[in-house]
T-cell receptor
Framework: AQKVTQAQTEISVVEKEDVTLDCVYE???????LFWYKQPPSGELVFLIR??????QNEISGRYSWNFQKSTSSFNFTITASQVVDSAVYFC????????????FGTGTQLKVEL | GAVVSQHPSRVICKSGTSVKIECRSL??????MFWYRQFPKKSLMLMAT?????????EQGVEKDKFLINHASLTLSTLTVTSAHPEDSSFYIC????????????FGSGTRLTVV
């Protein structure tokens, strides 16, 4: 069975602070994909990144960066110099080949960025 | 980019009535569509997987007779909540699998259902 844990239910930061959202996953498969999505108050899911299990390179995209570590089964997401527009719920998700391509979501982290 | 159009975005219905939610893939063929349900401040829970032209596969605990899913074409999947009750009030969101696309999945914008 696969599982995604986002231990941080809610994080509040002041604008311009850096913030890291944690994601720990469990799967028995060697080939899997990890995702991060942003869900603003409007409800739609915004794709942020997909990473396959064979690519442990960290990724940076503007103020966003991701740290994938298979040794600790973690795929953490950092926002640098946070902005109010970053306020949203962030979900980490996992899928694996042979699992019907179903996405398993973590419980989400509510990020509040205040002025 | 890939777009999945989901309608309606909001719907209020009376208890006992049925509500249909549509998801259309606008610029690609969606052979597989996933339907999720999300309670307030909760995660997305997969309800069912539908493949074009075949019966949907429901997750454990999801009543197939209550949540009817039809995937009759490569561009349209529908979820019908039958005999809706207040406890069915929730946010429903569809997702289409997109082979070969970097995102992997394209999500609809969601439907907020309120049953009164």
């Amino acid at each position: 069975a696969q599982k995604v844990t986002q231990a941080q239910t809610e994080i509040s930061v002041v604008e311009k602070e850096d913030v890291t959202l944690d994601c720990v996953y469990e799967t028995r498969d060697t080939t899997y994909y990890l995702f991060w999505y942003k869900q603003p108050p409007s409800g739609e899911l915004v794709f942020l990144i997909r990473r396959n299990s064979f690519d442990e390179q960290n990724e940076i995209s503007g103020r966003y960066s991701w740290n994938f570590q298979k040794s600790t089964s973690s795929f953490n997401f950092t926002i640098t110099a946070s902005q109010v527009v970053d306020s949203a719920v962030y979900f980490c998700a996992l899928t694996f080949t042979g699992g019907g391509n179903k996405l398993t979501f973590g419980t989400g982290t509510q990020l509040k960025v205040e002025l | 980019g890939a777009v999945v159009s989901q309608h309606p975005s909001r719907v209020i219905c009376k208890s006992g009535t049925s509500v249909k939610i549509e998801c259309r893939s606008l610029d690609f063929q969606a052979t597989t569509m996933f339907w999720y349900r999300q309670f307030p401040k909760k995660s997305l829970m997969l309800m069912a997987t539908s493949n074009e032209g075949s019966k949907a596969t429901y997750e454990q605990g999801v009543e197939k007779d209550k949540f009817l899913i039809n995937h009759a074409s490569l561009t349209l999947s529908t979820l019908t909540v039958t005999s809706a009750h207040p406890e069915d009030s929730s946010f429903y969101i569809c997702s289409a699998r997109r082979r070969g696309h970097p995102d992997g999945y394209t999500f609809g914008s969601g439907t907020r259902l309120t049953v009164v």
